[in-house]
């Protein structure tokens, strides 16, 4: 079992910056990739980054891609996500979740342990 706790989210103007965290339960962390999924408020929930197991592979959107930067301590069992250059689009809740492939899937069906979601809103 591991259980997620995203926090960090918050209102924004645009070009500002953010960092979120996912805090993670249990023993392994370490053993799962990890990513975060955005839904915006007229949008289905959509991959945004993720990273592999031990963080030596990363996987981004193509729309957040050089704004944003996923990284992962595994001491810590914590995620994170830094938004840069914050647009109005990049609004949503975010979530972080868990799976247990090797890679580092785009599909939410390859993840089966979610956060609640911490929301990001971006005023322009």
């Known amino acids: 079992q591991v259980q997620l706790v995203e926090s960090g989210g918050g209102l924004v103007q645009a070009g500002d910056s953010l960092r979120l965290s996912c805090a993670a339960s249990?023993?392994?962390?370490?053993?799962?990739?990890m990513a975060w999924f955005r839904q915006g408020p007229r949008n289905d929930r959509e991959f945004v980054s993720g990273?592999?197991?031990?963080?030596?592979?990363?996987e981004y959107a193509e729309s957040v891609k050089g704004r944003f930067t996923v990284s992962r301590d595994n001491a810590k069992r914590t995620l994170y996500l830094q938004l840069n250059s914050l647009k109005p689009e990049d609004t949503g809740v975010y979530y972080c979740?868990?799976?247990?492939?090797?890679?580092?899937?785009?599909?939410?069906?390859?993840?089966?342990?979610w956060g609640q979601g911490t929301q990001v809103t971006v005023s322009s």
């Open positions: 979740a868990a799976g247990a492939s090797y890679l580092v899937p785009k599909s939410e069906s390859e993840y089966g342990y």
């Open positions: 249990g023993r392994t962390f370490s053993s799962h990739a």
């Open positions: 990273i592999s197991r031990s963080g030596s592979w990363t």
